[in-house]
């Protein structure tokens, strides 16, 4: 009798779950290119949005301690997208249904459009007069795309399994151009915490930290032919004090598990390729590293390759 009764409970349980689930899969079978502000491209934003939601939703939710007790699991590791504590079916379902390219690509052809001031301001005039719509609607509808997807993004990028999966170089071509805009159209303010200019520096750092899971050389040959870790460090240092603390943190590893990679540490010093170019990356001390011990001395094990990094550094100066 009480074991029905645990079996009605884990039932109940899980039913949130399923309906997520099922929700999410509708969602993602959504997602298509359209161009931007199109009506069907208008109608993509609500089902990011709902997906958006089902993210933070799940991140709420409790471990799931089933997992814990699974046979074959590697228990020195946090799990993969099928067997982990965590509950992210939003992202697991985005993965199954191979669109996570297709959501890259849909992000990097927005932020050209978005750069592309005649085309951008031809396409809000049309979609003005289409829908009857002022321009800070639809000004708004764009920042709905740019931060839902971003979030999806982020997010799938955090597990080795979707890298592997990705375009690499079209992920590194895109870090490159949002870096490179940065310079251009960026004041004083770094602006929305959600949107690419913050954003790509964790699709970096998950870049960085996977890379020895990932075709290693063809990645880091990529970076430094784009100077995509010069453009990185840069941008982080432009606006180090404007960054929540857990990209912060994010960074660090990314750097860390850089400065722990066996082929970058064989020819580290060819992407920095002058003596400034050194100096910068130094700078990240006292902007990052030591702010991140200061709160947090724990984190010393977890980044201390970056800081062997940076003696390394010196020692060659």
């Known amino acids: 009798m009480a074991g029905r009764y645990v079996n009605e409970d884990t039932v109940e349980s899980e039913r ?25 491209w208008i109608a993509l934003v609500d ?8 993210v933070q ?29 965590t ?8 993965v199954e249904e191979a669109k996570v390219n297709l959501c890259l690509r849909m992000m990097y052809d927005f932020k050209k459009w978005q750069q592309s001031p ?24 764009c920042i709905q795309f740019e931060e839902c997807l971003g979030t999806l993004l982020r997010k799938a990028f955090m597990h080795v399994e979707t890298l592997q999966l990705m375009d690499i170089p079209l992920l590194i071509e895109h870090c490159v151009f949002i870096l490179q805009g940065c310079f251009s159209s960026l004041g004083d303010s770094l602006g929305d915490a959600r949107l690419q200019e913050s954003v790509v520096l964790y699709y970096f750092a998950s870049l960085m930290k996977h890379a020895e899971a990932l075709n290693n050389s063809e990645l880091l040959a990529r ?6 870790v010069e453009l990185a460090v840069s941008h982080f240092l432009r606006f180090a004090e404007q960054f929540p603390d857990d990209l912060k943190h994010s960074l660090a590893e990314g750097l860390a598990a850089m400065a722990d990679n066996e082929d970058f540490m064989t020819e580290w010093e060819s992407f920095f390729p002058s003596p400034d170019a050194k100096a910068t990356f130094l700078m990240l001390q006292d902007k990052l590293t030591a702010p991140i011990l200061e709160d947090k001395p724990e984190k010393r094990r977890e980044i201390r390759p970056l800081l062997d990094f940076f003696n390394a550094i010196k020692r060659s100066m």
């Not at 089902?47 to 089902?54: A, C, T, V, Y």
């Not at 509950?87 to 985005?94: D, F, K, Q, T, V």
């Not at 396409?123 to 829908?131: D, G, H, I, L, S």
């Open 57 to 85: 939703l799940e991140g709420r939710m409790p471990v799931n301690p089933k997992v814990l007790e699974a046979q074959g699991r590697d228990m020195d590791s946090e799990g993969t997208l099928w067997d982990q504590e």
């Open 223 to 228: 970076s430094r032919e784009l100077q995509l």
């Open 118 to 141: 005649a085309e951008r301001q031809a396409t809000m005039e049309e979609a003005m007069k289409a829908y009857d719509s002022t321009e800070m609607q639809l000004e708004q509808k």
């Open 87 to 94: 509950h992210e079916n939003a992202i697991r379902i985005l």
């Open 16 to 40: 949130p779950l399923k309906v997520c689930a099922e929700a999410g899969r509708k969602c993602v079978r959504n997602i298509h290119q359209y161009p931007v502000l199109s009506a069907e």
């Open 47 to 54: 089902s990011l949005k709902q997906l958006s939601r089902l």
